[in-house]
C-alpha cells in the first residue's frame, strides 16, 4: 500500500562523504519534490521535478543535487554533507495535469515517511 | 512573499478538550490552504485542505475554514484523543504554475488521558 517510499528510513555518513538518498513512488506522479526538515523546524523545500524539468530553489545550495531517471525514482545526492546537513529529508509527489501555466488550485502533495539523515 | 504564521506550542490538552491551533497566512495570488499532520518518527500526512475563500476542510473531525476577510485557517476539533497527538502544520500554495508550499513552524499537539 505505501504509495511513496523512502530508503534507508536512517543513513549515516561522515563529513565530507558523498551520501544519495532514495525516493521512489507508485502514484505515477509526474511532480517530485524534496524538502529538507532539520529538528524542530518546519520542512523547506530544496527542489522539485515538473516531469523531467528539474527546478532549484533559489537558496538551495550546491551542495544538494538530484536526479530523476524515470517517473518513478528521485535521488537526492548530498556531494560533501556538513554537520550542518543533518535533518530529515522529505520525499513528496503530486499529480499536476494542468499543466504547468494553466493555473488552478494547488495538487495535494503526498509525502514519503523522510529518511533521517546523521553526519558524523 | 508568502507566508505562513501558525500558534506557538507545544499545545497539552486533556482527552475530549476542545482544539483550535491558530494559522494566519501572507500571501500574493489566491492560496490553497492545507493542513499536514506528523506523528511521530513519520512523514507529513494530508489533514484537510481548502482551495477557496469560505471553503470548509474537514477530515477525522478536524475542520478548518478558510477565511479571506482575516487571512486565517484556524484548525478544530471538538473532542481530541490520544491518538491525535502530533505535530501540526499549516501550510499555503499559490496555483498558476507555483507548486511551492509554504509552511508553519508546525505545533505540537500532545493529548494527555
Known amino acids: 500500500d505505501a504509495m511513496v517510499i523512502q530508503n534507508p528510513r536512517y543513513q549515516v555518513t561522515q563529513f565530507g562523504k558523498p551520501v544519495t538518498l532514495s525516493c521512489s513512488q507508485t502514484?505515477?506522479?509526474?511532480?517530485m519534490y524534496w524538502y529538507q526538515q532539520k529538528s524542530s523546524q518546519a520542512p523547506k523545500l530544496l527542489f522539485h521535478?515538473?516531469?523531467?524539468?528539474?527546478?532549484n530553489e533559489a537558496d538551495t545550495p550546491d551542495n544538494f543535487q538530484s536526479r530523476r531517471p524515470n517517473t518513478s525514482f528521485c535521488f537526492l545526492d548530498i556531494r560533501s554533507p556538513g554537520l550542518g546537513d543533518a535533518a530529515m529529508y522529505l520525499c513528496?509527489?503530486?499529480?499536476?495535469?494542468?499543466?504547468?501555466?494553466?493555473?488552478?488550485?494547488?495538487?495535494?502533495?503526498?509525502f514519503g515517511p523522510g529518511t533521517r539523515l546523521l553526519v558524523l | 512573499g508568502n507566508s505562513v504564521t501558525q500558534m506557538e506550542g507545544p499545545v497539552t490538552l486533556s482527552e475530549e478538550a476542545f482544539l483550535t491551533i491558530n494559522c494566519t497566512y501572507t500571501?500574493?495570488?489566491?492560496?490553497?490552504l492545507f493542513w499536514y499532520v506528523q506523528y511521530p518518527g513519520e512523514g507529513l500526512q494530508l489533514l484537510l485542505k481548502?482551495?477557496?475563500?469560505?471553503d470548509k476542510g474537514s477530515n477525522k473531525g478536524f475542520e478548518a475554514t478558510y477565511r479571506k476577510e482575516t487571512t486565517s485557517f484556524h484548525l478544530e476539533k471538538g473532542s481530541v484523543q490520544v491518538s491525535d497527538s502530533a505535530v501540526y502544520f499549516c501550510?499555503?500554495?499559490?496555483?498558476?504554475?507555483?507548486?511551492?508550499?509554504?509552511f508553519g513552524t508546525g505545533t505540537r499537539l500532545t493529548i494527555i488521558p
Open positions: 513528496a509527489t503530486s499529480r499536476d495535469s494542468s499543466g504547468k501555466l494553466a493555473g488552478g488550485p494547488q495538487e495535494t502533495q503526498y
Open positions: 502514484l505515477n506522479h509526474n511532480v
Open positions: 521535478y515538473y516531469d523531467k524539468d528539474f527546478n
Open positions: 500571501a500574493t495570488g489566491y492560496p490553497s
Open positions: 501550510a499555503l500554495s499559490i496555483g498558476f504554475g507555483n507548486e511551492k508550499l509554504t
Open positions: 481548502a482551495t477557496k475563500a469560505d
